[in-house]
Each structure stands twice: as C-alpha cells, then as structure tokens.
C-alpha cells in the first residue's frame, strides 16, 4: 500500500499552473515535515519545498521562490504545491515526501515518497 499518493500533475503552456496534490494514508504524518522535489530526466532529484507540520514555517527552493506555493490541510492528510508562472525548465516528475526532520531538505532526509506525479511545461 501506496503510503503517499500524488496527483495535479499534466501537461500546461508556459506561463501557466497547475496544483499538485499530496494524500498520506495514515494520519500520523500530519506530525511529519513534508517535501516536495522533482527530478528531471538524467538530472538528480531536487528539492523543490517543505513545510513544517503546523504549516507556519516553509522552505523553498531558489529556482521556485515566489512562484511557488506549499500548504498543508491536516485533517484532510493532504499536502499542496501549487505552481504558478510555470516555465519549460519545471518540466519534471514531482515527487512527495515524508520525514521526521523539522527543516528537511535534502533527499537522504526523508523516509518516505510518493510514486511521482508528471509535470510538462511546453513552450
């Protein structure tokens, strides 16, 4: 059993958005921090935001700061990445993820993942 799900991902013009969605199976990750990074074809997998369980403290990349946005809903064990003012170079598998460090940032932190939901930005 999947313990993350995503969704949201597709494909949209350059200049766009999109909203991905995260939903965790148990409730107990609403203690958890949780990420959201990408990975491109032939490129690492990257950070991308994090937020802290109550929602009140927040990390974002620099490549995604101010068009970026993650948010969390506890009681519906849902976690958000709304994108907007999209660009070709956001074009990659968005990965959810899970971990018990408050300012989780780097991949090796995070315990748990999500299979991956596809973003394509055409231009």
């Known amino acids: 059993q999947r313990q993350l799900v995503e969704s949201g991902g597709g494909l949209v013009q350059a200049g766009g958005s999109l909203r991905l969605s995260c939903v965790a199976s148990?409730?107990?990750?609403?203690?958890?921090?949780m990420g959201w990074f990408r990975q491109a074809p032939a490129k690492e997998r990257e950070f991308v935001a994090s937020?802290?369980?109550?929602?009140?403290?927040?990390y974002y990349a620099d490549s995604v700061k101010g068009r970026f946005t993650i948010s969390r809903d506890n009681a519906r064990n849902t976690v958000y990445l709304q994108m907007n003012s999209l660009k070709s170079e956001d074009t990659a598998a968005y990965y959810c993820?899970?971990?018990?460090?408050?300012?989780?940032?780097?991949?090796?932190?995070?315990?748990?993942w999500g299979q991956g939901t596809q973003v394509t930005v055409s231009s």
């Open positions: 993820a899970a971990s018990t460090i408050v300012t989780a940032t780097n991949v090796g932190q995070y315990n748990y």
């Open positions: 148990r409730r107990t990750f609403s203690m958890y921090t």
């Open positions: 937020i802290n369980w109550r929602g009140d403290n927040t």
